[in-house]
């Protein structure tokens, strides 16, 4: 979730405030985004605006929400995840549309892969 200054930025801000964040080049930024390494310069000045898809291309790569990426008013509220492998957290994010059954055994899989790390570094202790 975005908060303090982030909510005053503009996109372009945004995305280059958490491009270096995560101390990416532009190019890798682009390539991460699968967007031109020009056209990033491009968006974080403010000479191009984002069509819906680029920013969902930026999201994705940043690990964040489009709706984070765009935003211009008073955050809401939203549950967030410090999750800083945005493959990972991307994944998260696609299981809220699967259905409640899939949801459910992807749970039991995460809670035995924990307890079983939980239990292999007690016994390594």
Same mark, same amino acid.
Request: charged residues 25%; hydrophobic residues 40%.
């Given at each position: 979730?975005?908060?303090?200054? +982030?909510?005053?930025?503009?996109?372009?801000?945004?995305?280059? *405030?958490?491009? *270096?964040?995560?101390?990416?080049?532009?190019?890798?930024?682009?390539?991460?985004?699968?967007?031109?390494?020009?056209?990033?310069?491009?968006?974080?000045?403010?000479?191009?605006?984002?069509?819906?898809?680029?920013?969902? *291309?930026?999201?994705?790569?940043?690990?964040?929400?489009?709706?984070?990426?765009?935003?211009?008013? @008073?955050?809401?509220?939203?549950?967030?995840?410090? @999750?800083?492998?945005?493959?990972?957290?991307?994944?998260?994010?696609?299981?809220?549309?699967?259905?409640?059954?899939?949801?459910?055994? @992807?749970?039991?899989?995460?809670?035995?892969?924990?307890?079983?790390?939980?239990?292999?570094? +007690?016994?390594?202790?």
């Amino acid at each position: 979730m975005i908060i303090g200054t +982030m909510a005053q930025m503009s996109f372009g801000e945004r995305v280059k *405030k958490l491009r *270096k964040d995560r101390n990416w080049t532009q190019g890798e930024l682009g390539e991460r985004a699968q967007v031109n390494g020009h056209n990033v310069s491009r968006y974080e000045n403010g000479h191009l605006q984002p069509s819906k898809r680029t920013a969902e *291309k930026f999201a994705q790569a940043l690990g964040v929400s489009p709706e984070e990426l765009l935003f211009t008013g @008073i955050p809401t509220e939203q549950p967030s995840l410090a @999750i800083e492998d945005a493959e990972l957290l991307h994944l998260f994010r696609e299981v809220a549309d699967l259905p409640e059954s899939d949801r459910t055994a @992807i749970k039991r899989i995460l809670a035995i892969v924990v307890k079983q790390n939980r239990l292999q570094q +007690m016994l390594a202790s």
